[in-house]
T-cell receptor
Framework: DGGITQSPKYLFRKEGQNVTLSCEQN?????MYWYRQDPGQGLRLIYY???????QKGDIAEGYSVSREKKESFPLTVTSAQKNPTAFYLC?????????????FGQGTRLTVV | KNQVEQSPQSLIILEGKNCTLQ??????????LRWYKQDTGRGPVSLTI?????NTKSNGRYTATLDADTKQSSLHITASQLSDSASYIC??????????FGAGTRLAVHP
């Protein structure tokens, strides 16, 4: 099955710890994105990558880091510098170039700081 | 400032009834407008994508309209079903292919 997979579905983090959220896609998409969703707010862009070995900060990149060593994978690390990490995190991918391309989302990871 | 505003924030309807969700945007430049359905605890799934020249687009019981002059869109759901209970998110793609998300309308369909 083609698609975009996020893991784990639920993640608990102690304060001061770094955690890494996984995002894998087998759609052969060049572009991948990480969003954060908080109650009552629209999705906000954390980081995006348009090609392997390249990524750009989004609107709320502070306290997060990413890597794009492979086309299929775009892991997000939530560092201890992120002051309010409890949220629902969504990964998405799309083909590169044309502006009307479909964006496909993973099922999300809910991160809770305990 | 690029913004997408949706109304109402939440809505309760009875099964079988129709409803209309609203989306106003101030995004410029405008590339396209999308409606997504998001079930609780899941990722959004695309319903429609409309470009500047498209006024209406249907996907089964979902019909989206776009008025690019007034920068308004609506999503009409016909003959609602219990499975329509979800959040509906309006998304506008602007310059540099950036997606601007609305906060969503939470729809509850009751039997």
């Amino acid at each position: 099955d083609g698609g975009i997979t996020q893991s784990p579905k639920y993640l608990f983090r102690k304060e001061g710890q770094n955690v890494t959220l996984s995002c894998e896609q087998n759609l052969n998409h060049d572009a991948m994105y990480w969003y954060r969703q908080d109650p009552g707010q629209g999705l906000r862009l954390i980081y995006y990558s348009q090609i392997v070995n390249d990524f750009q900060k989004g609107d709320i990149a502070e306290g997060y880091s990413v890597s794009r060593e492979k086309k299929e994978s775009f892991p997000l690390t939530v560092t201890s510098a992120q002051k309010n990490p409890t949220a629902f995190y969504l990964c998405a991918s799309s083909t590169q170039g044309a502006s009307n391309t479909e964006a496909f989302f993973g099922q999300g990871t809910r991160l809770t700081v305990v | 400032k690029n913004q997408v505003e949706q109304s109402p924030q939440s809505l309760i309807i009875l099964e079988g009834k129709n409803c209309t969700l609203q989306c106003n945007y101030t995004v410029s430049p405008f590339s396209n407008l999308r409606w997504y359905k998001q079930d609780t605890g899941r990722g959004p799934v695309s319903l429609t994508i409309m470009t500047f020249s498209e006024n209406t687009k249907s996907n089964g019981r979902y019909t989206a309209t776009l008025d690019a002059d007034t920068k308004q869109s609506s999503l009409h759901i016909t003959a609602s079903q219990l499975s329509d209970s979800a959040s509906y998110i309006c998304v506008v793609q602007g310059g540099y292919n950036k997606l601007i998300f609305g906060a969503g309308t939470r729809l509850a369909v009751h039997p």
